[in-house]
């Protein structure tokens, strides 16, 4: 049996994930974007019986529980075909149950690397409030929780993959076209 290929995309809220994850789906055919976020606001929005779990970790910039999202990704790599692509999975694993959930729950799937978006807070303030799609927790308030729990939960999974020698660094200051010439350079697209 065949596995996925993945590439984790971590990084503060505002690092540019899903920007840059457009721009190499866009460029690149044989990769799919799934963002962890994006499925859950979709199952939230669809009335999934964790909606209302979903909605209060999003208020609270806290991190929903890996069964919910490590299913979500599944049935959407299921939907994609399980072999036939490379998986961009972006803003997971964000804690060290997520990490394990997806090992445990997923056959052994092929974890190319981490790609880590690094850039100051100041920076990801200014784009999140700067964002302007609606997000009901692009507000100071949750944003300063969001920061907190990716201080917290999220970088020491940065450093998991460092020490496991699967982690890309990138630079994510400046514009934007720029960034992506360090990621194409750095994953040898
Ligand atoms: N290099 C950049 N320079 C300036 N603005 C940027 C840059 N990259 C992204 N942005 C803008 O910053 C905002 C956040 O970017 P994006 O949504 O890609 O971040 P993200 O890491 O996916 O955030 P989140 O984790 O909150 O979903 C968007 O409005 C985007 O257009
Ligand atoms: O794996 C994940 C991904 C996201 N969340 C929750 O969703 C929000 C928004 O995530 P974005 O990546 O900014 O779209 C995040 O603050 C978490 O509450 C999650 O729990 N697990």
Redesign the pocket.
């Known amino acids: 049996m065949a596995f996925p290929r993945v590439i984790f995309i971590l ?12 721009k190499i789906i866009d460029t690149f055919s044989d990769f799919v974007h799934l ?1 962890a ?1 994006e499925l859950l606001r979709d199952a939230k929005n669809s009335g999934s019986t964790a909606g209302e779990l979903i909605q209060k970790c999003m208020m609270e910039g806290s991190i929903v529980p890996a069964e919910v999202t490590v299913g979500l990704l599944k049935d959407a790599m299921i939907k994609f075909g399980w072999e036939k692509k490379r998986f961009l999975v ?2 997971f694993p964000r804690n060290d149950e997520n990490y394990n959930a997806w090992f445990r729950i997923l056959p052994d799937p092929y974890v190319e690397c981490c790609l880590f ?1 690094n850039c100051e807070d100041d920076i990801l303030v200014k ?2 409030l ?4 609606g ?1 009901s ?2 507000n100071i308030e949750t944003l300063t929780k ?1 920061l907190n729990t990716y201080r917290d939960s999220t970088q020491p999974i940065i450093r998991r993959f460092a020490e496991a020698g699967k982690l890309i660094a990138i630079d ?5 076209d ?2 992506f010439n360090r990621i194409r350079a750095a994953l040898s697209l």
């Open positions: 990084g503060g809220p505002g690092s540019g994930k899903g920007t840059q994850c457009k963002s976020g972006d803003g978006l784009r999140i700067g964002r302007a799609e997000r927790d692009d969001r994510a200051e400046g514009d934007v720029t960034i």
